[in-house]
């Protein structure tokens, strides 16, 4: 069963060979597609899945990593201690797909947490026993050391997400805190990581970015800390992508034809936004799950870049889009 409607794939730029993938991936409403800027499109195309409680995915994974199946469970109110712990702590799981070489089968990658705010009013023991349970799903060592340092990095910010390799060979959790509009400098010097990420740091500033959130990624592998240092930057009012990629092609890390990819991705018919009350993401019933696809609204837009800078090495960009399918329930009930 594809999982992915051939009419939004080809919105996608020629060459970006994700096509073949919509056989492979989960039943979702949601698709990100991670594009490598410095590199062009020669590599193709890394795809996240969106499987959440809200749209009923959850119910509609098959073949789950532990970690992903889990917190479906918990979702759904099942299992020891999950429901308790891991329900009202995550909102979202996205599986990221790489895109394959040679014959290699599209597997997830990664599986990405997405920390609701009530994670992070949690008291530290109940905070750290969260990330804990996250660990051992994922099948990661935690121990006292890895305690120590997370709370320490949890001074940087709110935690967004928390990643696991699933399908890699490194064993980095990465995590992932909102800096919001403030500087990530100081928030990498508030979790004593002062003189982190010269090069994105120094990018980030010339590039001015008004109107956009920063979201800081460290890679973590048990007490100790790699040496990437990624910054997301998201914008998120009217006008900031324009300035945003134009700085990054005007420094030479954006060509012109990739710029122009991402300023005509976005849309979504006029009346969607009045009002929004017909419309709503939940997957219809599976077993019509093809036949619905020509009944959904694609929107689209683009959601940040992503600065990566590591020790010795070039810094790399990243654009990422979003993809995501509504449907009017009125129509989808009432459909042959």
């Not at 592998?221 to 040496?227: L, N, R, S």
């Not at 134009?246 to 009002?275: E, M, Y």
Request: charged share 20%; hydrophobic share 45%.
């Amino acid at each position: 069963m594809m999982a992915i409607p051939a009419h939004l794939m080809v919105r996608l730029a020629d060459g970006l060979a994700v096509g073949q993938a919509a056989r492979f991936l989960p039943i979702s409403s949601g698709f990100g597609f991670e594009l490598g800027l410095d590199g062009g499109w020669a590599r193709g195309v890394d795809i996240s899945v969106r499987i959440e409680r809200e749209d009923g995915s959850h119910r509609l994974l098959r073949g789950a990593p532990p970690l992903a199946a889990a917190i479906c469970r918990a979702w759904e109110g099942a299992g020891d201690d999950l429901a308790g712990r891991l329900a009202p702590a995550i909102d979202t799981v996205w599986l990221e797909y790489d895109a394959p070489e040679a014959d290699r089968p599209w597997t997830p990658s990664l599986a990405f947490c997405r920390l609701t705010p009530a994670f992070n009013r949690l008291g530290t023991g109940k905070a750290l026993a969260v990330v804990a349970r996250l660990h051992d799903l994922a099948g990661y060592d935690w121990d006292a050391a890895a305690e120590r340092r997370f709370l320490a990095l949890r001074a940087a910010g709110p935690l967004r997400h928390i990643g696991f390799p699933i399908g890699r060979k490194s064993r980095a959790v990465r995590l992932c805190f909102s800096i919001g509009m403030g500087d990530p400098a100081a928030a990498l010097d508030r979790a004593g990581l002062r003189g982190r990420g010269p090069d994105s740091l120094r990018v980030l500033q010339g590039l001015a970015p008004d109107g956009c959130e920063t979201v800081l990624h460290l890679d973590i592998a048990g007490a100790d800390i790699g040496p990437r240092t990624g910054l997301e930057v998201m914008p998120i009012r009217p006008g900031a992508w324009k300035p945003l990629l134009d700085g990054l092609v005007a420094c030479g890390l954006c060509r012109a034809d990739q710029a122009a990819l991402i300023r005509g991705w976005p849309g979504a018919p006029a009346g969607l936004w009045n009002p929004l009350a017909p419309l709503s993401r939940r997957l219809p019933d599976p077993g019509r799950w093809p036949a619905c696809w020509e009944k959904a609204v694609i929107v689209r837009r683009a959601s940040h870049v992503k600065l990566v800078s590591e020790p010795g090495e070039a810094l790399t960009v990243k654009a990422y889009l979003f993809a995501g399918l509504l449907w009017n329930h009125w129509r989808v009930r009432g459909a042959a």
